[in-house]
């Protein structure tokens, strides 16, 4: 009989400022920790700035503030993608972005 667990879903997403100050970079995750944490079916939740001194040529540098939310499964994401604070930290912050990627992975943990 095959497994019927539902795998997390990893929400990793990497925000570049049109203005990418120290001040502006805090004001990011600031409002991330505000907006995005502890929603229902969170299992980990982190927002941080780029790591300065890590530059090996793997490294991908050209973002500001990077947020990571594993999601206990797919409904949780989806739920979170349009539940009322998530959209509120995109209409208050979506102007100070030069550019935003996502990168969702599924993770049987």
Same mark, same amino acid.
Request: hydrophobic residues 40%; negative net charge.
């Given at each position: 009989?095959?497994? /019927? +667990?539902? &795998?997390?879903?990893?929400?990793?997403?990497?925000?570049?400022?049109?203005?990418?100050?120290?001040? =502006?970079?805090? @004001?990011?995750? !600031? !409002?991330?920790?505000?907006?995005?944490? @502890?929603?229902? @079916?969170? $299992?980990?939740? !982190? *927002? @941080? &700035?780029?790591?300065?001194?890590? /530059?090996? &040529?793997? =490294? $991908?540098?050209?973002?500001?503030?990077?947020?990571s939310?594993?999601?206990? =499964? +797919?409904? *949780?994401?989806?739920?979170?993608?349009? /539940? &009322?604070?998530?959209?509120?930290?995109?209409?208050? =912050? +979506?102007?100070?972005?030069?550019?935003?990627?996502?990168f969702?992975?599924? /993770?049987?943990?």
């Amino acid at each position: 009989m095959a497994d /019927a +667990k539902q &795998p997390q879903l990893i929400h990793n997403v990497y925000f570049t400022l049109k203005d990418g100050t120290p001040e =502006n970079t805090q @004001g990011l995750i !600031a !409002a991330c920790d505000k907006y995005l944490s @502890g929603h229902p @079916g969170v $299992v980990y939740y !982190a *927002a @941080g &700035p780029l790591v300065p001194d890590l /530059a090996r &040529p793997v =490294n $991908v540098r050209d973002f500001h503030v990077g947020l990571s939310v594993v999601f206990e =499964n +797919k409904q *949780a994401h989806d739920d979170y993608q349009i /539940a &009322p604070r998530h959209l509120q930290f995109i209409e208050e =912050n +979506k102007p100070t972005w030069a550019q935003v990627r996502v990168f969702d992975t599924y /993770a049987w943990a």
